[in-house]
């Protein structure tokens, strides 16, 4: 990954921000995402940092973190990585979940305040570029959270402010209480929920549509196999919920249609999925969360071997 990727920027809403297309996302350092119970699993520091290394030098200069994943130790490993490299990428965070068990959750503002502040020490910096809402609350009025957000925007803490993981109905709530700049949700082949409402209404308000998950957990690499059992150490062996639902024959038949797509044109799956997403113009920003250097090797594809029209609408069919 010596050559530096052609990561295009695009704007964050309708803020001043611009955001580069793909974010190295960092939710597996020190943990699996915000679950309390896998605390202290997933990447050590040497791999996160080795991680971050290879994205640095491809040009994935935007990470994507949250107080809760690893318990903390995602904000901490990146902190750790830009005081000894010396750079700074771009930084979304997030908050809601506890960072440990029986710990509060929430929106509350006076959380919201101390939350970030406990961000911004692990990482070491003065303030963040995004800082969402990393799920709903429904016994916090949302106007009470902007109004947190923007005292902190105005206070030169965060450039921007959004939500993550809202449905359509709880995004109208946050845009009618104020001006969240974007939205994260989970987004892929096998996961096109908010195609029918969440997208058109980030179209028609100018609210930026960024991604994780992109390749559904790994079910869109091809490492899961009808009839065959799950690889060691993979999602579905350590935090197999979210996918639950993926485990149906239709699933399996259309990973293969997917897998036949991409061999016929010399494409790995991931990278057909990837570029997927990519030739999308509502899609602002895709998250990845790699396990290892060697897994960025889709992301180039994608960017380097674009999707025609007629390509995407055939793997969009199906």
């Not at 309390?36 to 200069?61: C, N, T, Y």
């Not at 029986?102 to 006076?110: M, N, R, T, W, Y």
């Not at 892929?188 to 029918?196: F, K, V």
């Amino acid at each position: 990954m010596s050559v530096t990727l052609p990561i295009e920027r695009r704007p964050l809403g309708r803020s001043e921000l611009t955001v580069p297309r793909v974010a190295l996302g960092c939710g597996n350092f020190g943990g699996v995402g915000s679950a309390p119970e896998l605390f202290g699993h997933g990447l050590s520091d040497d791999e996160a940092f080795a991680l971050m290394d290879a994205a640095w030098e491809a040009g994935i200069d935007h990470f994507d973190t949250a107080d809760a994943y690893g318990g903390g130790r995602s904000e901490r490993a990146i902190g750790a990585w830009m005081r000894s490299r010396r750079v700074r990428p771009t930084i979304t965070t997030k908050t809601f979940n506890p960072m440990n068990a029986g710990e509060d959750h929430g929106l509350a503002p006076e959380r919201i305040t101390r939350q970030l502040e406990s961000s911004l020490e692990r990482l070491g910096v003065g303030s963040v570029e995004l800082y969402l809402a990393h799920e709903f609350d429904p016994d916090v009025p949302f106007a009470e959270t902007v109004a947190a957000f923007e005292e902190l925007a105005r206070a030169g803490k965060i450039s921007a402010y959004g939500v993550s993981n809202f449905g359509a109905a709880q995004l109208e709530s946050a845009l009618a209480a104020g001006s969240p700049q974007a939205i994260q949700n989970e987004y892929s082949l096998l996961s096109r929920g908010d195609e029918a409402d969440v997208l058109p209404l980030c179209a028609s308000k100018r609210v930026a549509y960024l991604v994780f998950s992109p390749l559904a957990g790994g079910w869109l690499t091809g490492k899961y196999r009808r009839g065959e059992p799950f690889p060691a150490g993979s999602r579905m062996t350590q935090r197999p919920g979210p996918y639950q639902l993926f485990l149906l024959d239709g699933t399996f038949d259309r990973l293969e249609r997917l897998a036949a797509i991409a061999r016929d044109d010399a494409r790995s799956m991931a990278g057909l999925a990837l570029a997927w997403l990519l030739a999308d113009d509502r899609v602002t920003q895709i998250v990845l969360g790699p396990g290892r250097p060697e897994h960025l090797a889709p992301v180039r594809e994608a960017l380097e071997r674009p999707l025609s029209d007629e390509q995407r609408e055939e793997v969009t069919q199906c």
